[in-house]
């Protein structure tokens, strides 16, 4: 967490982080593990505190720039979020009990977890940022644009290439 002294030093900034801590930790654990998420949303609120002078009103909201520097420190941690995704992909059921629905509903979804887990990391840096900030983060393409200091066009056909790359993976009909 931002220790008491950074709101006291700018008590705006202590809004901001109330009105927005919370947001971007879910979407961080959504990216990584939950045990990291704490962490790295205290970074979050830590870059853009000390950055706080770049940020422009002019440009757009607060939003989406906290989710472009959350974006950012997942990207950090992008080779373990890879290693986690495949991991998933190929995980069997977990061992547990003997109760067949339970032992079925456990097959089920582990089987559509590493089936989604291995289309995501299949996926360009590019494509699953898109994708999870408007699926985990409920941005807009207009805000997925900001965070990720990409034109609106480029989130559009990212989202494409990444919809068309899950359907094939998943096998999904169009």
Do not use: C
């Not at 941005?139 to 559009?156: I, K, M, N, P, S």
């Amino acid at each position: 967490m931002i220790p008491p002294a950074v709101t006291v030093a700018d008590p705006g900034f202590g809004t901001v982080f109330d009105a927005h801590y919370q947001e971007i930790r879910r979407y961080i654990g959504r990216r990584l593990d939950l045990a990291v998420a704490e962490d790295l949303a205290a970074e979050t609120f830590l870059i853009a505190f000390r950055l706080r002078h770049r940020f422009d009103p002019a440009q757009g909201s607060i939003r989406p720039w906290l989710y472009g520097i959350a974006t950012k420190l997942i990207g950090r941690h992008r080779r373990a979020e890879l290693r986690r995704y495949r991991a998933l992909a190929r995980a069997g059921p977990p061992p547990g009990d003997d109760a067949h629905e339970q032992v079925l509903d456990r097959i089920t979804a582990v089987t559509t977890v590493g089936r989604l887990s291995g289309a995501l990391a299949g996926l360009s840096k590019g494509e699953r940022d898109v994708i999870l900030l408007i699926a985990y983060g409920g941005l807009t393409y207009q805000e997925v644009a900001e965070a990720l200091g990409v034109a609106y066009g480029t989130v559009a056909s990212r989202l494409n290439r990444a919809r068309t790359k899950l359907r094939e993976s998943l096998g999904v009909p169009e």
